[in-house]
């Protein structure tokens, strides 16, 4: 068995828990110590995305819809999110963050990771508790006095993003080989980063029911019975603080969704939000320099029915028209009574990359038309030029906050 | 749930520069189209939101009792105050 790694713990993760509610009410004096919740559209079927600390305190969740919450919450404030914010404090937070590493990995729009492994010597020689200290206070000096964020330290990026989640909203906890035992002692498998429910029953059934079973659980055990591959010998050297987690992902593939805003809409309707999704999810593929071979589709019915189709060419296209022409058409066979809708393209690769057509007239002017579009919404704002059939559809599909990937930020 | 109005009114603001690296420009006193003047007590968070190659600075901001939205064009040289939340009903 793999001993637990006892180098000095040089990871930082760093969390702005709530992340949109704490900037709201840093921008919004008024609101501090009030239940926010922010929702990406005011109606009261929409999904909490973050809520504040003090309605967290009464059972208000993500994900929650918003009725519920106020139930729970009668006062609760509902607050449109407004990407341009988030994405000004998180251009804050990782300026913050690259003045001490170079490695610097930001996860998601909230939250990211400064490996000091390869820092310069001057920031490795100090305390990383006394940097995480100096991180705070410049958060609040920068962006404003309500600002918190949860600080974790480890040796691998698993330990330190554990060790952030201990003390809830502005913590700072440092994992290493000698609490290691302890603080696992103090949680759920369901507290570590990477097992959900669906995991946690897999590993019960072997068996494992606490982090304290699962660390000192056999490296075949976990390969061979509980994850059934590599991610077994993986979770093994994570949890004794070897780093398995230092890897760039590709992008696979671009994609976009959207709750429709009233359940009554007629076919044609649904078919102009889709293509606006389209346009979107264009412009984002676009700017990454990828065009792409396949659309994917899905649905999700008011009867929880979930239906997809998808379509893989054999050369590579770009234009939102081009994007939208194989949408609809795997569209039209999609249920009815729909509720959710979606796109994505995968199989991406490089623009440059593409293989010469046969019809590389038609592939060129298509593609200089495209370019202007996209360099007129570059230089005066987003869907400044945009299909005539999606005029009406801006207020509903705008962009809302983007989850997940970094890039579009 | 939510008391805020979104408004586009022209507004005349008293602004500071040069507050310090972090805060370069502070507006301190507006006046809105009635004439009513507000001191700012609170400059809460001072964002740009780009459009197109243009950028607007938003400013929310607070006298104490409401919270207000300031927006000044950096191409035209304009303020605008856009939203304004007076109450949240029970503390």
């Known amino acids: 068995m793999e001993q637990l790694n006892n180098e000095r713990p040089m990871v930082m993760h760093i969390d702005l828990n709530s992340c949109f509610a704490t900037v709201e009410q840093q921008a919004r004096p008024m609101l501090r110590g009030r239940p926010v919740a922010i929702v990406n559209r005011r109606t009261e079927k929409t999904a909490i995305v973050t809520a504040s600390y003090e309605a967290k305190k009464y059972g208000v969740a993500v994900g929650m819809k918003l009725r519920d919450a106020q139930v729970l919450v009668p006062d609760i404030i509902a607050l449109e999110s407004d990407p341009a914010k988030y994405k000004y404090v998180y251009r804050k937070l990782l300026n913050i963050m690259n003045d001490y590493s170079a490695h610097v990995v930001m996860k998601s729009i909230d939250e990211g990771v400064i490996d000091f492994r390869q820092a310069d010597p001057n920031v490795r020689s100090r305390q990383l508790e006394d940097i995480g200290m100096e991180i705070k206070q410049r958060l609040r000096d920068e962006v404003g006095i309500w600002m918190k964020c949860n600080i974790g330290i480890g040796a691998n990026r698993f330990l330190a993003k554990t060790a952030a989640g201990l003390n809830k909203p502005d913590g700072l906890d440092v994992i290493d080989s000698t609490n290691l035992r302890q603080t696992f002692d103090k949680l759920r498998l369901t507290n570590l980063t990477g097992i959900a429910e669906q995991y946690q029953r897999r590993l019960n059934k072997a068996g494992i029911c606490t982090p304290l079973e699962f660390l000192d659980a056999p490296e075949e055990i976990l390969e061979l019975v509980v994850f059934k591959g590599i991610a077994g010998k993986q979770w093994h050297q994570r949890l004794r603080g070897w780093e398995v987690d230092d890897y760039k992902s590709e992008v696979q593939r671009v994609g976009r969704q959207y709750v429709l805003e009233d359940f009554n809409l007629s076919r044609q309707e649904i078919v102009q939000r889709l293509h606006h999704l389209c346009e979107s999810v264009g412009s984002r593929m676009r700017a990454q320099q990828k065009s792409t071979r396949g659309v994917y589709v899905y649905a999700r019915t008011l009867d929880g029915e979930y239906w997809h189709a998808s379509h893989l060419s054999e050369l590579p296209f770009f234009s939102d028209q081009a994007i939208f022409e194989f949408a609809t058409h795997l569209f039209s066979k999609a249920p009815d009574r729909i509720k959710e809708i979606g796109i994505h393209c995968y199989k991406l690769q490089n623009i440059e990359d593409s293989q010469l057509s046969i019809f590389q007239d038609e592939i060129a002017r298509e593609r200089a038309v495209t370019s202007t579009i996209d360099t007129i919404n570059s230089r005066f704002g987003e869907r400044t030029v945009h299909s005539a059939d999606t005029l009406g559809t801006g207020i509903y599909v705008n962009t809302k906050v983007p989850f997940g990937s970094t890039l579009y930020l | ?91």
Not at chain 2, 10 to 36: E, S
Not at chain 2, 64 to 79: I, K, M, N, Q, V
């Open chain 2, 1 to 91: 749930m939510n008391d805020e109005t979104l408004l586009n009114e022209r507004v005349q603001v008293i602004t500071v520069f040069g507050l310090g690296a972090h805060q370069p420009c502070q507006p301190v006193k507006f006046r809105r189209a009635n004439g009513r003047e507000i001191k700012i007590s609170e400059l809460g968070l001072r964002h740009p939101r780009p459009t197109g190659s243009k950028t607007i600075h938003v400013f929310d901001v607070t006298d104490g009792g409401a919270d207000y939205r300031l927006e000044f064009d950096s191409h035209r040289l304009t303020w605008h105050l856009t939203m304004e939340a007076d109450h949240y009903g029970a503390a």
